[in-house]
Protein backbone atom coordinates (compact mmCIF):
# COMPACT_ATOMS: atom_id res chain seq x y z
CA UNK A 1 0.00 0.00 0.00
CA UNK A 2 1.33 3.64 -0.97
CA UNK A 3 2.34 5.47 1.88
CA UNK A 4 3.03 9.31 1.53
CA UNK A 5 4.79 11.01 4.34
CA UNK A 6 5.30 14.73 3.55
CA UNK A 7 8.07 16.47 6.18
CA UNK A 8 8.46 19.01 7.49
CA UNK A 9 4.67 19.54 9.47
CA UNK A 10 5.21 22.89 9.84
CA UNK A 11 7.33 25.63 9.27
CA UNK A 12 8.02 28.94 10.09
CA UNK A 13 10.06 31.61 8.37
CA UNK A 14 10.96 35.41 8.27
CA UNK A 15 10.22 36.65 4.22
CA UNK A 16 12.54 36.30 1.73
CA UNK A 17 14.01 32.71 2.41
CA UNK A 18 14.15 29.90 0.37
CA UNK A 19 12.17 27.06 1.24
CA UNK A 20 12.69 22.81 0.46
CA UNK A 21 9.42 21.22 1.29
CA UNK A 22 10.05 17.63 1.12
CA UNK A 23 7.04 14.65 0.50
CA UNK A 24 8.41 10.84 0.35
CA UNK A 25 6.59 7.55 -0.93
CA UNK A 26 7.03 4.32 -0.72
CA UNK A 27 5.73 2.63 -4.08
CA UNK A 28 7.91 3.76 -7.21
CA UNK A 29 5.26 2.44 -9.15
CA UNK A 30 3.55 5.90 -9.89
CA UNK A 31 2.31 7.80 -12.84
CA UNK A 32 2.71 11.12 -11.73
CA UNK A 33 3.12 13.71 -8.80
CA UNK A 34 1.65 16.67 -8.11
CA UNK A 35 1.99 19.41 -5.53
CA UNK A 36 -1.23 21.69 -4.20
CA UNK A 37 -1.58 24.58 -2.18
CA UNK A 38 -4.48 24.73 0.63
CA UNK A 39 -5.54 28.19 2.18
CA UNK A 40 -7.74 27.40 5.70
CA UNK A 41 -11.03 26.63 4.78
CA UNK A 42 -10.49 26.52 1.05
CA UNK A 43 -10.20 23.70 -1.47
CA UNK A 44 -7.21 23.04 -3.02
CA UNK A 45 -5.27 24.82 -6.22
CA UNK A 46 -3.10 23.25 -8.27
CA UNK A 47 0.39 24.45 -8.95
CA UNK A 48 2.51 21.67 -10.32
CA UNK A 49 2.15 18.55 -11.90
CA UNK A 50 5.27 16.46 -12.74
CA UNK A 51 4.01 13.41 -15.24
CA UNK A 52 6.23 10.15 -14.77
CA UNK A 53 8.55 10.72 -17.75
CA UNK A 54 9.62 14.18 -16.24
CA UNK A 55 11.81 14.97 -13.53
CA UNK A 56 10.88 18.45 -12.36
CA UNK A 57 8.38 21.74 -13.11
CA UNK A 58 8.83 25.25 -12.80
CA UNK A 59 6.28 27.85 -12.41
CA UNK A 60 7.33 31.16 -11.27
CA UNK A 61 9.09 30.88 -8.01
CA UNK A 62 8.18 27.02 -7.45
CA UNK A 63 10.18 23.96 -8.70
CA UNK A 64 8.92 20.87 -7.88
CA UNK A 65 11.51 17.57 -8.87
CA UNK A 66 10.62 14.15 -8.67
CA UNK A 67 12.87 10.95 -8.50
CA UNK A 68 10.77 7.82 -8.30
CA UNK A 69 13.85 5.76 -7.71
CA UNK A 70 14.57 6.91 -4.49
CA UNK A 71 10.76 7.88 -3.31
CA UNK A 72 11.23 11.54 -3.33
CA UNK A 73 9.93 14.67 -4.82
CA UNK A 74 10.61 18.38 -3.25
CA UNK A 75 9.25 21.32 -3.41
CA UNK A 76 11.41 24.33 -4.03
CA UNK A 77 9.88 28.20 -2.98
CA UNK A 78 12.47 30.93 -4.02
CA UNK A 79 12.28 34.11 -1.65
CA UNK A 80 9.32 33.64 -0.18
CA UNK A 81 6.42 36.08 0.78
CA UNK A 82 3.92 36.35 3.51
CA UNK A 83 1.54 35.24 0.81
CA UNK A 84 2.47 31.67 0.47
CA UNK A 85 1.72 31.12 3.84
CA UNK A 86 -0.68 28.18 3.40
CA UNK A 87 -0.24 24.43 3.60
CA UNK A 88 1.34 22.31 0.94
CA UNK A 89 0.03 18.98 0.32
CA UNK A 90 1.77 16.74 -2.32
CA UNK A 91 -0.50 13.82 -3.65
CA UNK A 92 0.48 10.94 -6.36
CA UNK A 93 -1.71 9.10 -9.29
CA UNK A 94 -2.11 5.58 -8.09
CA UNK A 95 -4.56 4.39 -11.53
CA UNK A 96 -7.41 5.89 -10.91
CA UNK A 97 -6.56 7.26 -7.58
CA UNK A 98 -5.01 10.55 -6.19
CA UNK A 99 -2.91 9.02 -2.70
CA UNK A 100 -2.26 12.42 -0.26
CA UNK A 101 0.35 13.09 1.72
CA UNK A 102 -0.14 14.72 5.64
CA UNK A 103 0.83 18.24 4.13
CA UNK A 104 3.37 20.66 5.44
CA UNK A 105 1.92 23.59 6.95
CA UNK A 106 3.71 26.93 6.37
CA UNK A 107 4.10 30.29 7.85
CA UNK A 108 6.11 33.29 6.24
CA UNK A 109 6.02 36.30 8.53
CA UNK A 110 7.40 39.96 7.40
CA UNK B 1 -12.49 26.29 -19.32
CA UNK B 2 -13.28 23.49 -16.84
CA UNK B 3 -14.83 24.33 -13.62
CA UNK B 4 -16.09 22.34 -10.39
CA UNK B 5 -18.69 23.11 -8.18
CA UNK B 6 -19.90 22.31 -4.53
CA UNK B 7 -22.60 22.96 -2.49
CA UNK B 8 -23.53 23.95 0.05
CA UNK B 9 -20.36 25.14 1.17
CA UNK B 10 -21.26 24.93 4.86
CA UNK B 11 -23.75 22.72 6.44
CA UNK B 12 -24.78 22.16 9.89
CA UNK B 13 -26.76 19.09 10.54
CA UNK B 14 -28.18 17.35 13.93
CA UNK B 15 -27.03 13.24 14.15
CA UNK B 16 -29.25 11.23 12.65
CA UNK B 17 -30.15 13.14 9.54
CA UNK B 18 -29.37 12.34 6.22
CA UNK B 19 -27.25 14.27 3.97
CA UNK B 20 -27.20 14.81 0.07
CA UNK B 21 -23.80 16.97 -0.79
CA UNK B 22 -23.58 17.68 -4.46
CA UNK B 23 -20.57 17.82 -7.01
CA UNK B 24 -21.28 19.22 -10.60
CA UNK B 25 -18.08 19.69 -13.16
CA UNK B 26 -18.37 22.19 -16.08
CA UNK B 27 -16.62 22.03 -19.57
CA UNK B 28 -15.51 18.51 -19.69
CA UNK B 29 -16.75 15.33 -20.27
CA UNK B 30 -16.51 11.48 -19.10
CA UNK B 31 -14.19 12.42 -15.94
CA UNK B 32 -13.36 10.56 -13.20
CA UNK B 33 -14.61 12.11 -10.28
CA UNK B 34 -13.84 11.62 -6.28
CA UNK B 35 -14.72 12.86 -3.32
CA UNK B 36 -12.12 13.38 -0.37
CA UNK B 37 -12.94 13.90 3.47
CA UNK B 38 -10.58 16.14 5.23
CA UNK B 39 -10.85 15.61 9.00
CA UNK B 40 -9.54 18.64 11.60
CA UNK B 41 -5.60 18.12 11.54
CA UNK B 42 -5.52 15.54 9.20
CA UNK B 43 -4.71 14.82 5.60
CA UNK B 44 -6.97 14.47 2.82
CA UNK B 45 -8.43 10.65 2.93
CA UNK B 46 -10.30 9.51 -0.45
CA UNK B 47 -13.66 7.89 0.14
CA UNK B 48 -15.49 7.24 -3.09
CA UNK B 49 -14.08 7.52 -6.40
CA UNK B 50 -15.72 6.81 -10.07
CA UNK B 51 -14.86 6.46 -13.18
CA UNK B 52 -18.19 6.74 -15.25
CA UNK B 53 -21.78 6.89 -14.37
CA UNK B 54 -23.12 4.38 -11.84
CA UNK B 55 -19.86 3.30 -11.43
CA UNK B 56 -18.49 4.10 -7.99
CA UNK B 57 -15.23 2.42 -6.03
CA UNK B 58 -15.42 2.41 -1.86
CA UNK B 59 -12.29 2.92 -0.40
CA UNK B 60 -13.11 3.01 3.13
CA UNK B 61 -16.25 1.17 4.74
CA UNK B 62 -18.01 4.22 6.63
CA UNK B 63 -21.41 5.38 6.80
CA UNK B 64 -21.60 7.26 3.55
CA UNK B 65 -22.53 6.62 -0.15
CA UNK B 66 -21.93 8.24 -3.08
CA UNK B 67 -23.88 8.07 -6.86
CA UNK B 68 -23.28 9.35 -10.32
CA UNK B 69 -26.42 9.58 -11.86
CA UNK B 70 -24.90 11.63 -14.71
CA UNK B 71 -21.60 12.09 -16.10
CA UNK B 72 -20.50 15.05 -14.92
CA UNK B 73 -22.61 15.19 -11.43
CA UNK B 74 -20.85 13.27 -8.35
CA UNK B 75 -23.60 13.04 -4.98
CA UNK B 76 -22.32 12.27 -1.42
CA UNK B 77 -24.72 10.88 0.89
CA UNK B 78 -25.84 9.18 4.24
CA UNK B 79 -29.29 8.42 5.47
CA UNK B 80 -27.95 8.87 9.27
CA UNK B 81 -25.54 11.17 9.97
CA UNK B 82 -22.64 10.33 12.85
CA UNK B 83 -20.44 12.79 15.35
CA UNK B 84 -17.56 11.23 13.43
CA UNK B 85 -18.72 12.38 10.49
CA UNK B 86 -18.31 15.93 10.76
CA UNK B 87 -15.25 16.99 8.44
CA UNK B 88 -14.46 19.10 5.40
CA UNK B 89 -15.70 17.24 2.15
CA UNK B 90 -13.77 18.01 -1.17
CA UNK B 91 -14.96 16.81 -4.67
CA UNK B 92 -12.43 16.79 -7.48
CA UNK B 93 -12.04 15.58 -11.06
CA UNK B 94 -9.28 14.90 -13.09
CA UNK B 95 -9.28 13.04 -17.37
CA UNK B 96 -10.40 9.69 -17.21
CA UNK B 97 -7.85 7.62 -18.19
CA UNK B 98 -4.70 9.22 -18.29
CA UNK B 99 -1.86 8.33 -16.30
CA UNK B 100 -0.70 12.26 -16.43
CA UNK B 101 -3.58 14.08 -15.86
CA UNK B 102 -3.79 17.02 -13.37
CA UNK B 103 -6.68 16.68 -10.71
CA UNK B 104 -9.05 19.81 -9.82
CA UNK B 105 -10.52 20.08 -6.47
CA UNK B 106 -13.90 22.00 -5.21
CA UNK B 107 -13.96 24.52 -2.63
CA UNK B 108 -15.19 22.06 -0.29
CA UNK B 109 -18.31 21.49 2.10
CA UNK B 110 -17.33 22.04 6.26
CA UNK B 111 -19.99 19.73 7.34
CA UNK B 112 -20.35 20.07 11.29
CA UNK B 113 -22.61 17.02 12.88
CA UNK B 114 -24.02 18.24 15.95
Known amino acids: KQEVTQIPAALSVPEGENLVLNCSFTDSAIYNLQWFRQDPGKGLTSLLLIQSSQREQTSGRLNASLDKSSGRSTLYIAASQPGDSATYLCAFQDTDKLIFGTGTRLQVFP | SQTIHQWPATLVQPVGSPLSLECTVEGTSNPNLYWYRQAAGRGLQLLFY??????ISSEVPQNLSASRPQDRQFILSSKKLLLSDSGFYLCAWSVRGGKNTEAFFGQGTRLTVV
Open chain 2, 50 to 55: SVGIGQ
